[in-house]
């Protein structure tokens, strides 16, 4: 049902919401995982425009990403990882779209009104211009 299933990550804390949950159906399924980060920085956002050198952000994303993606291969999953760069829902719809996954897994901050003009949306971004399915998990306040 799921052969490709990319995991949008932020590089923090909500990861650890989101995993578990992809790592059941990844092994139900037999999906392969496209685990995605969008390092939206202002490096980020201007590196190829501009040239410039990767930042220390975008090498501690990449650290990240095969931290993650080894902990699930040693579960027997089969993962790649891919460290965009720019606008995160734009990056993450471009990525869905070219790599033809089957779902897009996210872990949702529950913001409103307010926390969405202070932190945007990605979800809200995501889900209104992707026909790919979408599965949100909250993240669990603490």
């Known amino acids: 049902m799921y052969k490709k299933i990319l995991i949008a990550l932020e590089n923090g804390p909500a990861d650890e919401t989101i995993l578990p949950h992809i790592a059941e159906l990844a092994q ?3 999906s392969n995982l496209l685990l995605l980060h969008v390092a939206d920085g202002w490096a980020a956002r201007n590196f190829n425009k501009l040239k ?3 930042s220390e952000e975008m090498k501690n994303d990449r650290e990240y990403l095969e931290k993650v993606a080894s902990r699930l291969r040693s579960d027997g999953l089969s993962v790649e990882t891919m460290l965009a760069l720019g606008d995160p829902p ?3 719809l471009k990525v869905a779209e070219g790599e033809h ?3 897009i897994a996210m872990a949702g901050h529950g913001h409103r009104l ?3 003009l202070f932190h945007g949306s990605t979800i809200t971004q995501v889900r209104h211009k ?3 399915p979408i599965l949100l998990v909250r993240v669990q306040k603490k």
């Open 101 to 103: 996954c089957d779902l």
């Open 114 to 116: 307010l926390g969405d």
């Open 28 to 30: 139900r399924f037999s």
């Open 130 to 132: 992707t026909l790919i």
């Open 90 to 92: 734009a990056e993450i």
């Open 52 to 54: 410039l050198a990767e």
